[in-house]
């Protein structure tokens, strides 16, 4: 077995999700402004357009290699030359084999979606920039696997700056579908150039089966469970999108953009780390127990009063930002609503999902995820039936909430606690939407907003003073040691 020191990984793991969350947060705040920007300058069909092809797209994403990457981070012993190649052929056997049928069917795809000229570019755009991001799969293997997170953000950096400000310079030009397909090419050919600069490896074509059998024992099954979270996710938008209009997706493409930045800022940096650091810990299930609750712990009081927030404000952003067209995505408000609920169940639940995949348990989670796919294909045509676009995102919060059934099957493998990490963040939270709830009918202007907001979150954070005054200071503490 490949020696991992417990203290190492746990000080690799929290110095990652600094770097991350540090050197993210100011390229999340720019796509924050390049989301702003689209949705003041388009109308929704140019973005329910983008919301289409992208679906399409990350569709074929999941197949590109049946989960052999994730066999490589989770894999006990010390990874091979040999094994890296065998990896790397076959992802770009199977890249190859999805990226030409998709290229050349892509005329009947936009048709089909009613994508117009400029929607099949953008579609061709991404089938391309696909292909690109296949080739990034071992260094970023490898980074990850050595939770060397510090350099891992920086190719991610790269593309996140360039693609907005293309982004934003081509719709502000008017350039509308089009600034699309030209800033996601450029984005992923950065991305590209950087990550073999950081992390180059000796790239080689080769095959050994008993290598390929060995990894996709736990490959494909892992792999599955994320083609089912595709199709519950991703691929059923291409079904609303079929029998919604594209001004309708796009609110709803709106509603998850601005629900879902929560995790794209906080929860996303930390599940990330979670996987390759529960792996090189799955030798030590006390120390396991310890690191899962820590990570609900920091999840949830992060978490929490950002979704609050969400849920309250939304509406007075959306009618007091200074500019008049923003007005039209209020009919996303309720999809925001059951979006941000999705977001909190979520930030609970995954955590835990990582933790039985990185112990090996993988077919436990497969399982779970086909309940959760076959519940979402059930239930989003009647709900939209019944409440129409709205439907969808109730759906997802239904589904969502059957996921908790994970905990108690995870506590077979070890005994850690649920809810006494997430209690007093929960508490908290609650605090802040009695005091939001009772004072938000004094919003009456943008700068009323943000004073509100502000408000919300100083009234959050005294509560967790005074709710979990011994948890903050052991994590203040434990910070300060790592820094020395």
């Not at 289409?52 to 894999?75: C, E, M, N, R, W």
């Not at 010390?78 to 990896?87: D, F, G, M, S, V």
């Not at 991610?156 to 030209?182: H, P, Q, R």
């Not at 979520?346 to 076959?374: C, D, E, H, Q, R």
Request: aromatic share 14%; net charge positive; hydrophobic share 55%.
């Amino acid at each position: 077995m490949e020696d991992f020191d417990v203290d190492v990984v746990a000080k690799k793991s929290v110095k990652g999700f600094f770097a991350l969350s540090s050197r993210t947060f100011l390229v999340k705040v720019l796509l924050i402004i390049t989301n702003f920007v689209l949705t003041a300058k388009l109308e929704p069909s140019v973005f329910g357009v983008y919301v289409v092809s992208s679906s399409i797209v990350t569709f074929l994403v999941y197949f590109q290699d049946i989960g052999l990457a994730a066999s490589l981070i989770q894999k006990k012993e010390a990874i091979t030359k040999e094994e890296l190649r065998t990896t790397f052929s076959i992802q770009q056997l199977i890249v190859l084999c999805l990226i030409i049928p998709a290229l050349l069917f892509s005329p009947q795809i936009a048709s089909f979606y009613h994508l117009q000229t400029s929607g099949l570019y953008l579609l061709i755009s991404l089938l391309l920039s696909f292909f690109i991001s296949s080739l990034k799969t071992i260094p970023t293997v490898i980074l990850e696997r050595n939770l060397n997170f510090n350099k891992l953000v920086i190719p991610d950096i790269v593309e996140n700056v360039t693609y907005a400000l293309c982004l934003i310079i081509f719709v502000l030009l008017g350039f509308n579908v089009w600034a699309f397909t030209i800033a996601i090419f450029i984005r992923s050919i950065s991305g590209l150039i950087v990550i073999y600069k950081i992390q180059p490896w000796s790239i080689g074509i080769s095959f050994d089966f008993g290598i390929f059998k060995k990894l996709v024992s736990f490959g494909l099954p892992f792999q599955t469970n994320s083609i089912l979270a595709l199709v519950k996710d991703n691929l059923i938008m291409l079904y609303v999108a079929r029998v919604l209009p594209l001004s309708l997706v796009g609110q709803i493409g709106f509603a998850q953009k601005l629900s879902f930045l929560p995790s794209n800022l906080i929860m996303d940096n930390i599940i990330r780390i979670t996987f390759p650091s529960y792996s090189r810990l799955q030798h030590d299930r006390a120390m396991l127990k310890n690191v899962i609750e820590k990570s609900l712990f920091l999840i949830a009081i992060l978490i929490f009063p950002i979704i609050v927030s969400f849920i309250m404000l939304s509406k007075p952003f959306i009618l007091y930002i200074p500019l008049s067209k923003y007005r039209q995505w209020q009919g996303a408000l309720t999809s925001i609503t059951f979006f941000s609920l999705n977001i909190l169940i979520a930030s609970v639940t995954v955590p835990i999902t990582n933790f039985l995949n990185a112990i090996g348990k993988v077919k436990i989670t497969l399982y779970l995820m086909i309940f959760a796919t076959a519940l979402t294909w059930i239930f989003t045509p009647i709900f939209i039936r019944i409440y129409g676009y709205n439907g969808f995102s109730f759906t997802t919060l239904l589904v969502a909430a059957s996921l908790l059934l994970i905990v108690p099957i995870a506590k077979r493998e070890v005994s850690f606690s649920f809810f006494k990490p997430i209690v007093r963040p929960f508490l908290g939270a609650v605090v802040m939407f009695a005091y939001l709830f009772l004072t938000l009918n004094f919003i009456n202007s943008f700068l009323l907003f943000i004073i509100e907001a502000v408000f919300g979150l100083v009234v959050y954070a005294f509560a967790m003073l005074f709710l979990a005054r011994a948890e903050i200071k052991e994590i203040v503490s434990y910070l300060k040691s790592i820094r020395k």
